[in-house]
């Protein structure tokens, strides 16, 4: 059964970078598929982030983009994202998931992050 | 950029309704659309993919059509536990932003 787990932390300052990491399990990430990152501002709708193979091909979202990096640790099986620069428009539940050839079909739980002083 | 116009935003239904979510593509994607499913505090789940594929043990009074531009999401008799938002997505080049999301209430 293949399992995501969102972690990093709850609390980020302004300007600074967010840094999530997405543990997989019972499923090895060198084997195929898309990784990808999801978020959604808190009482908002679904933000597609970007996601990534593991051999480096990487779609992102036009308006993100210059401050989104998504990255493949196929040693650790797990991938991350870390976006700069950040505000508290950035405040949202972030999830990760795994994209199959059409969709995003296996979801993490999701992590909260909070943009403040 | 291709943006997703889904409507209604908001629905209210009884159980036992057959209800139908709509999504317009701003320019032809073929049949790369897919829909979602998401409770309060959950996660989203994948309910159908490619415009009209069943995702692996989603119940059958689920379906979905279209192709171009004009897809629709059908719930053919509503249960309790259908009560949710539902979201379409393109899964087409580099365009994968979702639609503004359908929330459905109990009437």
């Given at each position: ?62 308006s ?54 | ?34 829909w ?22 989603v ?34 080049g580099?365009?994968h ?11």
């Amino acid at each position: 059964q293949v399992q995501l787990q969102e972690s990093g932390p709850g609390l980020v300052r302004p300007s600074e970078t967010l840094s999530l990491i997405c543990a997989v399990s019972g499923y090895s990430i060198s084997s195929g598929h898309y990784w990808g990152w999801i978020r959604q501002p808190p009482g908002k709708g679904l933000e597609w982030i970007g996601h990534m193979y593991h051999s480096g091909s990487t779609y992102n979202n036009p308006s993100l983009k210059s401050r989104v990096t998504i990255s493949v640790d196929t040693s650790k099986n797990e991938f991350s994202l870390r976006l700069t620069s950040v505000t508290a428009a950035d405040t949202a539940v972030y999830y990760c998931a795994r994209h199959d050839v059409m969709a995003f079909d296996i979801w993490g739980q999701g992590t909260m992050v909070t943009v403040s002083a | 950029d291709i943006q997703m116009t889904q409507s209604p935003s908001s629905l209210s239904a009884s159980i036992g309704d057959r209800v139908t979510i709509t999504c317009r593509a701003s320019q032809n994607i073929n049949t790369y659309l897919n829909w979602y499913q998401q409770k309060p505090g959950k996660a989203p789940k994948l309910l159908i993919y490619a415009a009209s594929s069943l995702q692996n043990g989603v119940p059958s009074r689920f379906s979905g059509s279209g192709s171009g531009t004009d897809f629709t999401l059908t719930i053919s008799s509503l249960q309790p536990e259908d009560f949710a938002s539902y979201y379409c997505q393109p899964s087409y080049g580099s365009f994968h932003n979702f639609g503004q999301g359908t929330n459905l209430e109990i009437k």
